[in-house]
């Protein structure tokens, strides 16, 4: 099978990982929050997820009307939750109604 792509894989920025994990050893999971609503609206689903760190935030929205997910990115961890609480009350008086709200499910 040729490669049908026409660049190397070290044009993609990407560093090679030596498998050394101790550089991960500052990083604390504890610090993570993380939150994702599932809404309901006439026969549609949409999700509305955060993600926060220490450094800094995430909403990702994805709406079955839109092509591709929506992503926001905070500085501020509590500037987004706050944009994820307004996010989430504009949904409702939109009339989507939240059927989960919590940790995003496995399995």
């Known amino acids: 099978m040729s490669n049908d792509f026409d660049f190397d894989n070290e044009d993609l920025g990407f560093e090679d ?27 549609m689903i949409a999700l509305l997820c955060v993600k926060t760190a220490t450094e800094g935030g995430a909403i990702c929205r994805v709406d079955p009307r839109e092509t591709q997910p929506a992503v926001q990115l905070y500085d501020d961890p509590e500037k987004a939750i706050e944009w994820f609480n307004k996010s989430l009350r504009t949904s409702r008086q939109n009339g989507w109604q939240v059927v989960y709200d919590g940790l995003p499910l496995q399995g």
Do not use: P
């Open 17 to 43: 990982f030596d498998g050394n994990f101790e550089e991960f050893d500052e990083f604390e999971t504890d610090d993570v929050f993380v939150r994702t609503a599932v809404l309901s609206k006439n026969n």
